[in-house]
């Protein structure tokens, strides 16, 4: 049913914008129907979704713009830095939701409507997962760091309503048990395990975003395949410099020359080689004679 939204980059990310606004629309309402501070939560955070999808999309349209004349290499660090501004946001949900539960905990619980509470956990779990499912199979064929982070989020939601229904049922099978003086604890209980457990998704989106702002070396992986690829081409790794910044590959290699001949064509190549990572690649290319001091001291 929803493989047509699979098409393209941007169809993904709106795709998101409607979902998280349809979740956090029914959340709202639901949850204050229910009484409950980890629906209110779920929703609160499919709002705060629906913002940073719209940012996306945003981002997006700024990364993919030519350079001119006021952004002469392009727009590309807008990538990382929209990843930074949601995790950064994600981590303030996460510590608000914490504060806000473990003062519910120690003013004796909430009551909660679990059966209402239920209908809507169940059918934010399957909607979550429905979403996520689609993003994960436009990410086997294609690659993008805003999606990545969007399918991060949905897998979030999707755990989070997972755990809030198992909650539910808990604390419904306790009152019917009798046992109505602990099933009050139950709602803040899922809050306060969700935001600690959130809590890590967001601080590791952070530092690779901050990364890549600051151009730090990739991970050994990618630059194992880079370094494969350009000895290919007879160009050592001492030779090269690389940087990752969103979904390209900023690469810079170091070219001795004899002849003029050997220039042409040579970025194209280089380019050509790393087609097959899932990055787009820039590569620049510095040109110094073969018998120049800069070989004789790399040496």
């Known amino acids: 049913m929803l493989s047509f939204k699979i098409d393209s980059e941007q169809s993904i990310l709106t795709l998101s914008v409607w979902g998280g ?11 204050m129907l229910a009484g ?22 945003l981002a997006l349209r700024l990364a993919q713009a030519p350079a001119d004349t006021h952004f002469n290499f392009g727009r590309y660090l807008v990538e990382p830095l929209t990843i930074a501004l949601k995790a ?11 504060v806000l539960a473990v003062t519910s905990l120690l003013t004796g619980g909430r009551e909660v409507a679990a059966d209402i509470a239920m209908i809507f956990a169940l059918v934010s779990v399957l909607g979550c997962l429905a979403v996520w499912s689609v993003m994960r199979r436009y990410l086997r064929d294609e690659s993008s760091v805003l999606v990545e982070a969007e399918s991060r989020q949905w897998l979030m939601d999707s755990v989070l309503s997972g755990a809030v229904l198992l909650g539910f049922a808990a604390a419904w099978l306790l009152d019917y ?6 099933a009050v604890y139950a709602d803040p209980l899922m809050v ?6 959130f809590m890590a998704v967001p601080v590791k989106m952070l530092r690779q975003a901050v990364a890549e ?20 081409l007879d160009i050592h790794r001492s030779h090269c410099k690389m940087a990752k910044i969103g979904s ?11 002849s003029i001949h050997e220039i042409e064509g040579l970025v194209e190549r280089i380019e050509a080689q790393l087609s097959e990572l899932e990055l787009e690649p820039m590569v620049r290319v510095n040109f110094h004679p073969a018998d120049s001091d800069y070989w004789h001291a790399d040496a």
């Not at 606004?21 to 949850?31: K, N, P």
């Open 88 to 98: 950064l946001v994600i981590l303030l949900v996460c510590c608000v939701s914490l």
């Open 248 to 258: 390209h590959l900023m690469v810079e290699v170091e070219w001795p020359v004899e």
């Open 213 to 232: 702002v600051l151009m730090v070396t990739p991970g050994p992986k990618l630059r194992k395949q880079v370094y494969r690829l350009l000895a290919e």
């Open 36 to 57: 409950s501070l980890a629906i209110l939560f779920d929703a609160v955070y499919s709002l705060v979704s629906l913002g940073l999808s719209l940012l996306s999309l």
């Open 177 to 182: 048990l009798g046992y109505h003086a602990w």
């Open 21 to 31: 606004g349809f979740f956090a629309l029914t959340g709202l309402v639901w949850g």
């Open 192 to 197: 306060v395990g969700a935001s600690l457990y």
